[in-house]
């Protein structure tokens, strides 16, 4: 059963950088057809789709962080990571890392996700 794990600092300071790690078990991040994503909740508001990282290594990002968004992976630790750039107060938000699927156009894995808080 292919479980994911957010890790991170539950706190961060405005205009600085926030790393995020998602440690998967019991699969591999290279599976194919895998895109691992990762996607915000904000207080109050909806599901914001940051971005991804394919199984095959290639990245794409929401146009909303797009400038300030970085994910990447480790796959001898079966890890993938995110880092936001000077992050604001309007950052703070529940993070998620997810598995879609491609053939199935469906994300079959969640993590429980993390809460990330920005102030000072």
């Known amino acids: 059963q292919v479980q994911l794990q957010e890790s991170g600092p539950g706190l961060v300071k405005p205009s600085q950088s926030l790393s995020l790690t998602c440690t998967v078990s019991g699969g591999s991040i290279t599976t194919n057809d895998y895109y691992w994503t990762w996607i915000r909740q904000p207080p109050g508001k909806g599901m914001e789709w940051n971005g991804y990282?394919?199984?095959?290594?290639?990245?794409y990002y929401g146009p909303s962080l797009k400038n300030h968004t970085s994910i990447s992976r480790d796959t001898s630790r079966n890890q993938f990571n995110l880092q936001l750039g000077s992050v604001t107060p309007e950052g703070t938000a529940v993070c998620y890392c997810?598995?879609?699927?491609?053939?199935?156009?469906?994300?079959?894995?969640w993590g429980q996700g993390t809460q990330v808080t920005v102030s000072s």
């Open positions: 990282i394919a199984y095959s290594g290639s990245t």
């Open positions: 997810t598995g879609w699927r491609s053939a199935f156009q469906a994300y079959d894995y």
